[in-house]
């Protein structure tokens, strides 16, 4: 399980959500694993002089270790910004490393695809499921087929989703999904199951938040952060 931020801003990303990711990632009060230590990356998009440019970078450190954090915030400014950041804590010691490292990223038909998730689901669920790769991966990758089938990615989205619903534990995550002529669109999905919950962790742990001020966090993140905020409906894709 991991932890996600997600924005449609402008101007800049605040600090105050980042340095609450950063306290949710090394010591997440939800959690009986207590940080998420197992790398960190971002995907943000910024427009500037009406062209979009993307930020795109991950790192097996994890986030509270990573002396890059700062830069890379501090330079994604622009007349409009749309990304995630996600902190990684891995269900599979062996699927560890940069290679595995949120959001990922694939290209189908017209659209890059970057995807970061938060939850687990049973590998029985995909094709092929003895390769070395993490489940989130296989997640993208079905939406990237689905794509390439004449799907649009939010139909796609919304169709994965929908099909591994009973095999996971939470199916919380961002698609940010571009090409040249729409620019970005960035999706949040929202659901856990109830009955596949770990005995030993807080439902709290799971949840997903917005201000309604262009952020949508993880539960960590709003405790970290000390606002009020509203949680996302179950089972909705959300257009940030």
Known sequence: MCRILAFHTKGEILKEYVNALIKASRNDIFSKYGSHP?????????????????????????????????????????????????????????????????PYYMRANLYDLYFAHNGSVNRTSFRDSNRPFTDSYLILEEIKVLIENNMSPFDAYVTTLDKLKDYSTSLNSVL?????????SL??????????????????????YTDNNGYVFSSTIKYYLGVNAEELIMGSIMHL
């Open 176 to 184: 940010i999904y571009y090409n040249k002529k729409e620019g970005p």
């Open 187 to 208: 999706l949040v999905g929202y659901y856990y199951n109830k009955n596949r919950l770990s005995k030993e962790t807080n439902e709290e742990y799971y949840k997903l």
């Open 38 to 102: 197992d790398g960190w990356g971002l995907s943000v998009f910024l427009k500037r002089n009406d062209k979009w440019k993307v930020i795109y970078y991950r790192s097996e450190d994890p986030l509270y270790e990573d002396p890059n954090v700062n830069y890379l915030i501090d330079v994604a400014k622009g007349e409009e910004i749309i990304g995630v950041i996600h902190a990684r804590k891995a269900g599979r010691k062996f699927l560890t490393g940069l290679s595995h490292v949120h």
